[in-house]
Every structure is written in C-alpha cells, then in structure tokens.
C-alpha cells in the first residue's frame, strides 16, 4: 500500500493506493479458481496511523481467474508485532462463493510505525495475505 501524502500522526486525508494478488488458489467444491486480485484507490478522510490499529468495517472486492467477482464484508482487527498484523472476518456478500465465512490475514514486513511521528511520515508498507473461505454444505 501507499499512502499519498504519507502516513502520519495528525489526522490528514490520505489516498490509499495498492494492488494485492492471490496463488495457488485451491477449491473443493465447485468450479476451480487458481488465483485472484484486488486493487484500491481511495481517499480516506481524516487518517491517521492509528487507523492502522483500530477495528474497522471493510468492504472488500476479489476478481478470479475466472473473471467472477467476490464482494466481501469484512471487520478489521489489527495486532502490532513487528509490524502491523490485520486479521479480517466477515461474509461473502455477493459473487463467486456468496454466503461463504471469509478470514483473511494480512502480515505487513517489518514496518516502523514510529515513521509516523517523522516529518516525513510513512509512505507505504508492503505485506504478505492469505484467505481462507468456507461455507457449510
């Protein structure tokens, strides 16, 4: 992610761009998807760092391999390890697996949060994700 103009301590609005990707995509039921991604670009009002730690409603959209869209309603938790660890839960709302339990976990590198503080704030942060769907028979 990116954060334009970087990410400080003092409530600023702040466009939030990036790009995340998934692999080795594996399904058991129904038609197979092999990969996924998602963009965002979006100007958040009055953000600041500690958004990052807050718990926060996300809605959140995946385009397969396929071409099929997910849609997912999602409640942010975040934990400070090295860096920020963002743990998302929540439903499948429309699309491809619609109705499915969604937790997705996104583990930033190491990410000095103190930056924040700087003049120069954080400019963005780069993480690793998994996802998990599941969904009753």
């Avoid at 400019?123 to 998990?132: C, D, E, I, K, R």
Wanted: proline share 5%; net charge negative; hydrophobic share 35%.
């Amino acid at each position: 992610l990116t954060y334009s103009p970087p990410l400080r301590d003092t409530p600023q609005d702040v466009r939030v761009q990036g790009t995340g990707f998934y692999s080795n995509c594996y399904t058991l039921l129904g038609e197979r998807v092999t990969s996924s991604a998602s963009t965002a670009d979006f100007v958040r009002p009055n953000h600041d760092w500690s958004d990052l730690l807050n718990i926060v409603p996300v809605t959140s959209q995946l385009t397969w391999n396929t071409g099929e869209v997910s849609t997912f309603r999602l409640t942010q938790v975040s934990v400070r390890a090295d860096g920020p660890l963002l743990v998302l839960a929540g439903t499948t709302l429309s699309g491809k697996f619609e109705g499915a339990t969604v937790v997705m976990n996104v583990t930033f590198s190491s990410t000095d949060l103190d930056a924040c503080r700087s003049s120069e704030g954080l400019p963005g942060m780069n993480a690793s994700q998994t996802l998990v769907l599941t969904r009753a028979l």
